[in-house]
């Protein structure tokens, strides 16, 4: 039976086949000993990794490969089968995720007060100001709020309680076009495409290959 990993429950096999006790133990009893700890910690790592991935986990033969590595059996697939797996999963994994993309950047752009540039950048004013704007060179100040399309924060001056300054030809294309549209005491709403961003490298370990990128931006002043 196949189904989407959930972090009790692979938490909880893993803890059995390191301990070959029944399921229900491993459930009742929190882990005491250096052993039991280590597993069940192994287990909590393994689970997030999977699922943050997305990875879907069919358990019984999950639990089948791990227990056979610990008794010393003979693998069913063959190391050519193994890789072979893992690249069909990249695959799937990385077609959900452009998927994905494809429509958050869709529904964002249908939103009402949500403009689209030629070159695919979508803003929405939060607020109007009232000063110049900047040019592709200048120097600016900003507090800024950014997220991932799931809402992740990977990075926050507000959070900081900071604004930052930089020239506008020293970061992304997506900052250097957006923030040229802004007056002075303006706040945007950014929903920046990757290749506007960090494009196919990403930029590790947050923000992943060609992610999308959510910023709230208010431009404080310019040639600060």
Not at 162 to 171: D, R, T
Not at 198 to 215: A, C, D, H, M, T
């Amino acid at each position: 039976m196949s189904t989407k990993l959930f972090l009790p429950a692979l938490a909880v096999g893993l803890i059995t086949l390191f301990t070959f006790s029944p399921m229900s133990n491993a459930e009742d009893k929190k882990p005491e000993t250096l052993a039991e700890r280590v597993s069940y910690s192994y287990g909590l790592m393994v689970a997030r990794q999977l699922s943050e991935k997305g990875v879907e986990i069919d358990f019984e033969q999950f639990a089948a490969g791990f227990k056979g590595v610990l008794e010393g059996g003979e693998p069913v697939l063959s190391e050519d089968e193994v890789s072979a797996a893992f690249e069909e999963n990249r695959e799937v994994l990385e077609k959900k995720a452009m998927e994905a993309v494809t429509k958050a950047l869709e529904e964002n752009g249908k939103k009402e007060g949500v403009t689209t540039t030629d070159s695919g950048l979508q803003y929405e004013v939060l607020k109007e100001g009232d000063g110049a704007k900047p040019g592709p060179t200048d120097k600016v100040k900003v507090h800024y709020h950014g997220t991932l399309v799931d809402g992740t924060v990977f990075d926050s001056s507000v959070e900081r309680g900071e604004p930052i300054s930089f020239p506008l030809n020293g970061v992304i294309k997506g900052w250097t076009e957006g923030l040229q549209l802004m007056e002075v005491g303006a706040k945007y709403r950014f929903l920046i495409p990757a290749d506007l961003a960090y494009g196919e490298r990403g930029s590790p370990p947050v923000i992943g290959p060609n992610q999308p990128l959510f910023f709230e931006v208010e431009l404080l002043g310019i040639g600060e």
